[in-house]
């Protein structure tokens, strides 16, 4: 079995997405569906994916939760809500009791466009994220590397909560830059209650550095800080599809981390994302 622990779906004529601004995003403003990923998912060996959110806006976890119940492929979707709204506990609970909200797994927020880099730690965000604790999800975080003392001063705050990071944080692949990104990941790293994941990488390279010796420093640091039991890989389609395909994605995760054994590399396909998000 193999899991897609991260990947997305929009059709403009629903939403806009409002983040696909500029000449650079502009292959990405057309429709990407399901069904647009289902033959690339099983040309690639994966059985099923968590649905990660796009937009912060309250209709669009219903219909990503809808979206899961009516296919078999999805088998979690992390989405949003307002983690500051005084009702936050009730929300997530009616979340749960829609169609599909038993794949409901996880709370993300587009971190990364807080202008406040302690915005994890406000006092009515440490509430939500307790609330999300409370509900049995865990919580994704979509940050940039200056934000990550933030992540594990929050992690360190609410034990009880799993965080998952994204991107490994978006690390500076483009420029061979590594600190202080990889001192700032392992302090995260040390916290119990953290995991990770292998993606969204290859959208952080540029064309000399989006290859296997490019990418290796950074997954290697991953993976001596969480080791493989506490990573898991996602492509981040279809915002991958801006430097590689889906299946070329699968390919490199598997060149990287063809080194590990057998035990470990289930871990980062397809046992840490099931145990993580109780799939």
């Known amino acids: 079995m193999t899991v897609d622990a991260h990947h997305h779906v929009w059709d403009l004529t629903v939403r806009d997405q409002d983040w696909l601004r500029g000449n650079e995003l502009r292959p990405l403003r057309r429709n990407f569906t399901l069904a647009d990923l289902e033959p690339q998912a099983r040309v690639a060996g994966v059985d099923r994916t968590v649905l990660v959110q796009t937009v912060t806006v309250p209709e669009e976890t219903p219909e990503l939760l809808a979206l899961a119940a009516a296919h078999e492929l999805i088998a979690g979707v992390v989405g949003w809500t307002d983690l500051t709204r005084p009702d936050i506990a009730d929300e997530l609970a009616r979340l749960r009791a829609l169609p599909g909200g038993l794949r409901l797994k996880g709370i993300r927020h587009q971190v990364q466009s807080e202008p406040d880099p302690g915005w994890l730690l406000r006092p009515d965000v440490r509430r939500g994220l307790a609330a999300v604790a409370a509900a049995g999800l865990a919580y994704d975080l979509v940050v940039l590397p200056h934000q990550l003392p933030a992540c594990a001063e929050a992690a360190r705050a609410l034990p009880q909560l799993t965080f998952v990071l994204d991107h490994l944080g978006k690390p500076p692949v483009a420029s061979g830059d590594r600190e202080p990104w990889a001192a700032h990941l392992r302090a995260l790293a040390a ?19 989006r290859t296997p010796a490019g990418l290796r420093p950074y997954v290697d640091t991953a993976l001596d800080a969480f080791g493989p039991g ?4 996602g492509s981040d389609w279809p915002v991958c599809t801006l430097a590689m395909t889906y299946g070329e994605v699968h390919a490199l995760h598997e060149e990287l981390t063809a080194g590990l054994g057998e035990a470990e590399r289930t871990a980062l396909s397809a046992a840490t994302a099931e145990r993580v998000y109780d799939l």
Request: proline share 9%.
């Open 191 to 209: 916290l119990p209650n953290t995991v990770a994941k292998l993606s969204g990488l290859v959208t952080e390279a540029d064309p000399a550095t």
């Open 230 to 233: 506490r990573l898991m890989a």
